[in-house]
């Protein structure tokens, strides 16, 4: 009998091309050893350690951007463009959130190092999603992602909403991800194996059975709760109000561009023709619904964080337009196609809604000063603050000069040019609709008296990154070509 | 004489949705968690047959990385039911009412 060595399996490029994980994986354990042997009042260095884990980890994603598609251990992860562009959005996710989230937990009480360190392991998780090539890697960062997010979701322990947050998710993510993993199964044993570019091979050679069928809802339940569309989005306002501010900025940008980049990758390389049609016509149901109820819902919230959550099932909604239409070819000439746009979608979102939660966490410690009220006048109280906020409500709706527009504007054109006008038309109207919650809380910034508290909560890592949100969405709407072009190449190489 | 394939998908489905209706019907965060913990044996339960089937061994590795995962889900799905049993002094999912279901 031979000797079995590992080593024969994994080469030096394997670990190359997977070094921002690798990185990020050994900072979290850093961290965790910095904490048992710092003194407490040198906790300020965690922080600092965690900041500079992710630049770096950023800078080896800029600094190895590929030009094609390579593997990594053995056909289980892929490193292409498209990875690399869903990673630097979750970094740049991570990144900010660190730096909005100081004050914020230390006024909550929170223990530091694992908050951290749990944000570090579940960016990881993010990033082995949209990089996995096999749907034992696809799950297995699912779970990395999401283990992490339950916990940080219940982190405030004393606090009974946050507690409550945290197993509302825990119980309802159990048992989607308990969903997916029994649709992986069944196509599995249909198809005798879990590697996307084999499941191509198989797959075109299936007929659209029922047990196929069940095995693609059982798919798009799974990965339409992380993406919390409609009918699986009943955890999102409840988690989006009781899980802490800075966690919940993390999960509504990094989960949904790793679920749906995971997914896309999926639907696109591994399912073709007839199969395709499937999808589609499943997942228009879910983009109209989710378009639909998220924001005609959020009309009536009068608590901010509880609007951003019905704002953000409105939004998984377009992401899924862009979804839908990258599965017919063709579009509009001179504009990139659904997968391009939506990529450029999910770096708009990420500026503007982590921009919006930080204005949460500056005006209110978690819990108080949330509802619509809170912030009127704030246009004479903070002049900055309120001008910021209406960039990030503007970008959000999608007006121009804002990069929120530009995304949109690519979806819908993405959408027509596959011959999906209608879908197009429902989310035009929608986004109309958002212009009136979004302009609501406009309206008590700028037309109503200011009341009479107004605790700030002002901190220099929060005036950082709301400058570096504003500037971004400010600046990339105007000049978006750098971003398109950027995703274009990644989303080219999805096919070698 | 061998079982057939098909008798073991037909109990894994089986398995699975007893869980799948355990979690939309029962009321005990525990017992919740339980059922959830049913359906991904049932998934394992699928692949493992459906390996021996294929005579392959992906499933079988497949069926220990959900194992291990799930392994962590209860430590940190236990840690946050007591952690709200502390704080509500009650685990039945009827009783978390501070947000809305």
């Keep these: 009998m031979t000797g079995f060595n590992p080593l024969d399996y994994v080469n030096s490029s394997d670990f190359l091309s997977t070094a921002p994980e690798l990185l990020l994986v050994g900072v979290g354990l850093l961290i965790l050893m910095l904490d048992l042997f710092l003194p407490a009042k040198r906790r300020e260095l965690i922080v600092q350690v965690t900041v500079m884990g992710l630049l770096l980890s950023l800078a080896i994603v800029w600094i190895g951007w590929p030009d094609s598609q390579s593997e990594a251990f053995s056909g289980m992860l892929v490193v292409d463009g498209y990875s690399q562009f869903i990673k630097m959005v979750v970094l740049l996710g991570a990144l900010l959130v660190v730096f909005i989230s100081g004050r914020y937990l230390r006024n909550e009480g929170i223990y530091v190092a694992e908050f951290y360190e749990l944000l570090l392991f579940s960016s990881v998780g993010m990033m082995v999603m949209a990089s996995g090539a096999n749907l034992l890697t696809i799950y297995l960062g699912l779970e990395l992602m999401s283990l992490p997010l339950y916990v940080l979701a219940a982190f405030l322990r004393a606090n009974r909403r946050s507690t409550e947050a945290g197993l509302k998710y825990f119980l309802l993510g159990g048992f989607s991800s308990a969903l997916l993993l029994y649709g992986i199964s069944l196509i599995y044993g249909l198809t005798g194996t879990t590697n996307l570019m084999a499941l191509q091979h198989s797959l075109a050679s299936l007929p659209v059975s029922p047990p196929l069928l069940v095995a693609m809802v059982l798919l798009v339940a799974g990965f339409g709760f992380k993406v919390s569309a409609v009918p699986f989005h009943l955890w999102t306002p409840d988690v989006y109000m009781g899980a802490p501010t800075p966690v919940v900025a993390f999960m509504s940008v990094g989960t949904k561009a790793a679920a749906i980049a995971a997914f896309a990758r999926l639907m696109v390389v591994s399912f073709g023709g007839l199969q395709s049609s499937v999808w589609a016509s499943m997942l228009i149901v879910l983009a109209v619904g989710s378009m639909v109820l998220g924001n005609v819902v959020a009309v009536v919230q009068n608590n901010v964080k509880r609007m951003l959550a019905y704002s953000a099932i409105g939004h998984g909604g377009y992401l899924l337009v862009g979804l839908i239409a990258s599965m017919k070819p063709g579009s509009v000439v001179g504009l990139p196609d659904g997968l391009t746009s939506l990529l450029f979608y999910l770096f708009g979102y990420l500026f503007a809604n982590i921009g919006a939660f930080a204005v949460v966490i500056y005006l209110g410690r978690e819990g108080q000063h949330e509802s619509y009220e809170d912030y009127s006048g704030l246009a004479q109280t903070r002049p900055w603050l309120a001008a910021v906020m209406m960039i990030f409500l503007l970008s959000l709706t999608g007006i121009p000069p804002t990069i929120g527009f530009v995304g949109k504007f690519y979806i819908f054109a993405a959408a027509i040019g596959s011959g999906y006008t209608v879908l197009a038309l429902i989310g035009l109207l929608t986004s109309t609709i958002s212009l009136y919650y979004y302009m609501g809380l406009g309206m008590y910034m700028y037309m109503r008296p200011p009341v009479e508290r107004h605790v700030f909560y002002p901190t220099r890592g929060l005036t950082i990154s709301l400058i570096v949100c504003a500037v971004a969405t400010v600046l990339f709407g105007i000049l978006p070509q750098t971003w398109v072009h950027l995703a274009q190449s990644g989303v080219l190489q999805l096919w070698h | ?101």
């Excluded at chain 2, 059922?35 to 392959?56: D, K, P, S, W, Y």
């Design chain 2, 1 to 101: 004489m061998t079982v057939p394939f098909g008798w073991y998908l037909f109990l894994s489905a089986l398995l699975f949705v007893i869980g799948a209706v355990g979690v939309l019907r029962r009321r005990n965060a525990i017992l919740l968690f339980m059922c959830i913990e049913l359906m991904l044996n049932a998934v394992n339960l699928t692949f493992v047959a459906a390996a021996r089937h294929l005579g392959q061994l992906d499933g079988q590795l497949f069926v220990f990385l959900v194992i291990l995962v799930a392994a962590a889900e209860v430590a940190i799905g236990l840690s946050i039911i007591i952690a709200i049993y502390k704080s509500h002094r009650s685990v039945d999912v009827d009783d978390l009412k501070l947000l809305k279901w």
